[in-house]
């Protein structure tokens, strides 16, 4: 059983240009998480999205941030016009369910963004 | 989340037991206690969680106070590879996972 994927592992963007990183969850998984790691810093919780709906997105910058887990395909975060401070670590966990002690969330390997 | 205080590092010698320390005095009842690791900068590794009894899997142990408000996660033989950042964290909602600074094991040879 493959773990959870995300793509690419490495993304180099341009002030002002789209980032969009992607994860697809271990299969069974209708659960995803996406958190945000700046350098020498602790993950920070972003957004928690189950099929076609987000949950809760109380940890998302309020602008430039979306995301999304499709009926179809992997979930998608997208930052657009990135900026220099966006430049971090971004990984993405996957659940069976959301229910606290039941489930348990498994981490992709991330992807590092960095913005020039 | 509860919060959690976690040592900034710990040494452990290779092959001897690791003990890490957690507190988490404002632990309610239904909030369970998770450990993670972070390996370089690997994504979180999910070693053990529970609520009040110990638990012990394949990778480590976890010891529970019976007034819930500290653990200790216990790697019974620590290898090199062991090297990492351990957090722990208090969650009952299922939804996020609060990551505080964590512990920094060095494990020597």
């Known amino acids: 059983n493959a773990g959870v994927m995300q793509n690419p592992r490495h993304l180099v963007r341009r002030r002002g240009q789209e980032a969009r990183l992607r994860c697809s969850p271990m299969?069974?998984?209708?659960?995803v998480y996406w958190y945000r790691q700046l350098p020498e810093e602790g993950l920070k919780f972003m957004v928690y999205?189950?099929?076609?709906?987000?949950?809760?997105e109380s940890g998302m910058p309020k602008e430039r941030f979306s995301a999304e887990f499709p009926k179809e395909g992997p979930s998608i975060l997208r930052i657009q016009q990135v900026v220099r401070g966006d430049s971090a670590a971004y990984f993405c966990?996957?659940?069976?369910?959301?229910?606290?002690?039941?489930?348990?969330?498994?981490f992709g390997p991330g992807t590092r963004l960095t913005v020039l | 989340d509860a919060k959690t205080t976690q040592p900034t590092s710990m040494d452990c010698a290779e092959g001897r037991a690791a003990n890490l320390p957690c507190n988490h005095s404002?632990?309610?009842?239904?909030?369970?206690v998770y450990w993670y690791r972070q390996i370089h900068s690997q994504g979180p590794q999910y070693i053990i969680h529970?609520?009040?009894n110990n638990e012990t899997n394949e990778m480590a142990s976890l010891i529970i106070t019976e007034d819930r408000k500290s653990s200790t996660l216990i790697l019974p033989h620590a290898t090199l590879r062991d090297t990492a950042v351990y957090y722990c964290?208090?969650?009952?909602?299922?939804?996020?996972?609060?990551f505080g600074g964590g512990t920094r094991l060095m494990v020597k040879p």
């Open positions: 964290i208090a969650d009952n909602a299922g939804n996020m996972l609060t």
């Open positions: 999205l189950q099929k076609e709906n987000i949950i809760d």
């Open positions: 966990a996957s659940a069976t369910s959301g229910r606290a002690g039941k489930d348990t969330q498994y």
């Open positions: 404002t632990i309610s009842g239904n909030e369970y």
């Open positions: 529970g609520l009040k």
């Open positions: 299969k069974g998984h209708s659960h």
